[in-house]
């Protein structure tokens, strides 16, 4: 029998297996990121040149470890935690068969130690990339198989779990948007691990002996439909948590749902082919084929973040207005609770993802410019942007909302969690910002010693470079003290934090449930659809119900229009190449 | 909470769209269209694309027609490895050769010719990145790249290598002069 406990404070209802499920998947990401972090000061440290901590070895070994944990473990391991959340929890149904999903879980960290042991090990620095012929150890490949057969086992719980849901009649209508925009994330991330699957285990059959031989062409354009598609589950899902905490925080409802559903039908259909940004100056790959896959035909996944990108703050707006917020075009903005970090975090997500992240990935993208910034710091620069400021942050400030939900616990330090989204957004923009300008000048990613000490042919990158790396430095080292301060508190709360619910305990904030007493058998009534609303007065100026996003927005798109074609005016002073 | 609820209405799909939002789509749309088509444009009128000429290639054939060149065209050589330079004529195939952890032979080259620029790698991935001006190409091993390059400014150049290629990737730079 399915046990459910409802939260006092939101309504949800928790499935007492998925409840587990989730806070262990969260804690295991909240590990990744710390190990993350702990490897990306060593990473800054090295690349700040007056500093230049590391040797060139454990720079390379620490880079590959940085990148993997990062980008890899904590962001999917977090991403089960939001897929059984907007399955179960979100739709009060029970998790479809949960011992499946700790098969899974255990598969994740089984497969992640063994990963990061082959790293640490020494022997497989071949970075998260791992290109052939470079060759790493074999049980750095069979980790990574195993983290993602772990992770493909929790889609289809997920999967499993909307279609217990709908037989079991636990919600009126269509499914809500958050869940829906979890589901585009779950069907990205199975094309995902599809593709990871296909370049993973020939190469780990090739590391033992197996195969011979694995082109070095075809592994980088398979393993980059892995590599960017789960940057793809990233964007999908945290565009998912922006929704939610508008929705949490504002009671924000969507403007148009079925706008908001077909821009994540666009991310389905057309955010996948952006793998060929990284193949944009390979060898042998025809003219259309990139032109079609690297703007994912016409931009039609660019299109549906912009859609996004009005939408989400567009909602909160409304909702703001209604509330009589309705003084000029920003009031509902500024008398936003920014000191809540659920917010903060969330909105800061958003405006970065944009701005930084969305502005320099689509520039980056287009199949010329990417000449004049493939494969410079500009590529980390922009991915930080993206997969931090957007991604971490978003993830970040759900995990401010979870901690008194899921784990009924009170925050400790509210007066630092207040600021926490502040210094690391500031740490990470400014990575972001400099590592990009950097990259203007050609300064190389991945690499040791941008001052080739001792080399016969000696080369300097002109003297702004070594400025813009030190700048980035000391954003890094701001980073990380935020990030820090985000394990501090996040953890800290999950062992001392004050008990909302007496049966809270310290196992409780490591997956062992809530006494018994605090879940009944009795099923959670049907969750029902949203309230009609009488359709109402406009809001805003003009017949615009949000004026003010509407400003945000062509801010946005002049910025972008600018920055796109200063790009194309460096490129035209470079070399001819045809 | 209603982005967390089902929608209001059982036919969502058949609710009209606000005009804010059809604005806004059309907009963006718009310059969705012009940023593709950029991109055709500036194969037909630009002067920086990147060709689709290549060959599948072994090591040691690269190899060879890297030697041949060389003992035709040397001119000199430089540091105390001595690493060829070669002066190939107008218009003449280079051969460019990576690997671990250099770039073989240096090159000399004159303003404003187009040169023939053969790329390819004998060991793992490297990747070409012309310095000051900041070009950037990938190197595949197993694949020649044949790259029309028309340096517009004399000048010394430096060939990083911006791949990461193992424990001494720093160290792989090559040189290219540009002369009047």
């Known amino acids: 029998m399915a046990q459910f406990r409802q939260c006092p404070d939101t309504g949800l209802f928790f499935h007492k297996e998925a409840e587990n499920l989730m806070k262990a998947n969260a804690v295991a990401g909240v590990v990744c990121l710390l190990i993350g972090g702990i490897l990306a000061l060593l990473v800054v440290l090295t690349r700040w040149p007056a500093i230049h901590l590391l040797p060139a070895d454990s720079f390379y070994m620490v880079l590959t470890a940085h990148g993997v944990c990062a980008l890899i473990f904590w962001m999917i391991f977090f991403e089960m935690a939001i897929l059984y959340f907007a399955g179960s929890t979100l739709l009060r149904s029970r998790l479809a068969t949960p011992r499946w999903a700790w098969a899974g879980f255990v598969m994740m960290v089984i497969g992640a130690v063994m990963t990061l042991a082959a790293i640490f090990g020494g022997k497989s620095s071949v970075m998260m990339t791992s290109y052939v012929p470079m060759r790493a150890e074999p049980h750095f490949y069979l980790g990574l198989v195993i983290f993602a057969v772990g992770a493909l086992i929790g889609c289809f719980v997920y999967l499993g779990t909307l279609v217990v849901a709908k037989n079991e009649k636990t919600y009126e209508g269509s499914v809500p948007l958050v869940t829906f925009g979890a589901t585009v994330a779950c069907i990205i991330a199975i094309f995902t691990i599809a593709s990871g699957a296909e370049i993973l285990i020939p190469t780990y059959l090739w590391s033992i002996g197996y195969i011979s031989h694995i082109d070095p062409a075809m592994y980088r354009l398979i393993w980059w439909a892995m590599g960017h598609s789960s940057q793809q589950i990233n964007v999908a899902a945290h565009v998912a948590v922006w929704y939610l905490i508008a929705g949490v925080i504002f009671g924000a409802r969507p403007m148009s749902e079925k706008v908001s559903r077909a821009a994540y039908l666009l991310y389905i259909f057309f955010l996948q082919l952006a793998s060929a940004h990284h193949l944009l100056t390979d060898p042998g790959l025809s003219v259309e084929w990139k032109l079609f896959n690297t703007s994912y035909a016409m931009y039609l996944a660019v299109l549906a973040s912009m859609i996004h990108g009005l939408t989400v703050p567009g909602a909160i707006e409304v909702a703001q207005r209604k509330k009589g917020l309705t003084n000029g075009a920003f009031e509902w903005l500024r008398k936003a609770p920014w000191g809540n970090p659920v917010f903060s975090s969330m909105f800061i997500s958003l405006v970065g993802f944009g701005f930084l992240g969305g502005i320099s990935g689509v520039v980056m993208g287009t199949e010329q410019i990417s000449i004049i910034i493939h494969n410079t710091i500009y590529v980390p620069g922009h991915f930080h942007a993206t997969v931090v400021i957007g991604t971490t942050m978003a993830w970040m400030g759900l995990t401010y909302l979870l901690i008194p939900v899921l784990f009924r616990r009170k925050m400790i330090f509210p007066q630092a969690a207040k600021m926490q989204p502040y210094i690391f957004a500031l740490g990470m923009s400014m990575v972001a910002v400099f590592h990009m300008a950097a990259g203007t000048l050609g300064v190389a990613r991945r690499h040791w010693d941008m001052g080739f000490a001792g080399n016969p042919l000696g080369f300097e990158y002109p003297a702004t470079a070594y400025l813009l790396m030190g700048i980035a430095g000391v954003g890094g080292v701001i980073g990380v003290i935020g990030g820090a301060l985000f394990c501090i508190i996040a953890v800290g709360s999950l062992v001392f934090g004050e008990k909302l619910q007496k049966e809270a305990g310290l196992l409780q904030s490591f997956g062992v449930p809530l006494a018994d007493s605090a879940y009944t058998n009795e099923k959670p009534a049907r969750l029902p659809m949203a309230p009609a609303e009488a359709v109402e007065a406009d809001h805003g100026e003009s017949g615009f119900e949000a004026p003010g996003t509407f400003i945000l927005a062509m801010v946005l798109l002049v910025s972008f229009v600018i920055y796109y074609f200063i790009n194309w005016k460096y490129l035209s002073e470079v070399w001819g190449i045809s | ?180």
Not at chain 2, 95 to 105: D, E, F, I, N, V
Not at chain 2, 145 to 166: D, F, Q, R, S, W
């Open chain 2, 1 to 180: 909470m209603t982005s967390l609820l089902p929608p209001a209405q059982k036919n969502w799909w058949a609710v009209p769209v606000g005009r804010q939002e059809i604005i806004w789509i059309a907009i963006a749309l718009v310059w969705c269209l012009i940023m593709f088509f950029m991109m055709p444009l500036w194969h037909m009128y630009g002067n920086q694309n990147i060709p689709t000429e290549a060959y599948k290639v072994t090591p040691a054939k690269y190899q060879a027609k890297v030697n041949e060149m060389i003992e035709k065209y040397k001119v000199r050589e430089e540091t105390a490895m001595k690493i060829p330079v070669v002066a190939p004529p107008d218009g003449a195939d280079v051969y460019l050769l990576a690997r671990l952890w250099q770039w073989y032979p240096m090159l000399e080259l004159k303003k404003d010719v187009t040169y023939r620029l053969h790329l390819n790698s004998i060991d793992w991935n490297h990747g070409f990145s012309l310095q000051p001006v900041n070009i950037n190409i990938q190197v595949v091993p197993g694949y020649e790249m044949v790259l029309n390059i028309t340096p517009n400014k004399a000048g010394e150049y430096t060939i990083v290598c911006n791949e990461y290629c193992g424990i001494m990737h720093h160290a792989m730079l090559g040189k290219i002069w540009v002369k009047e």
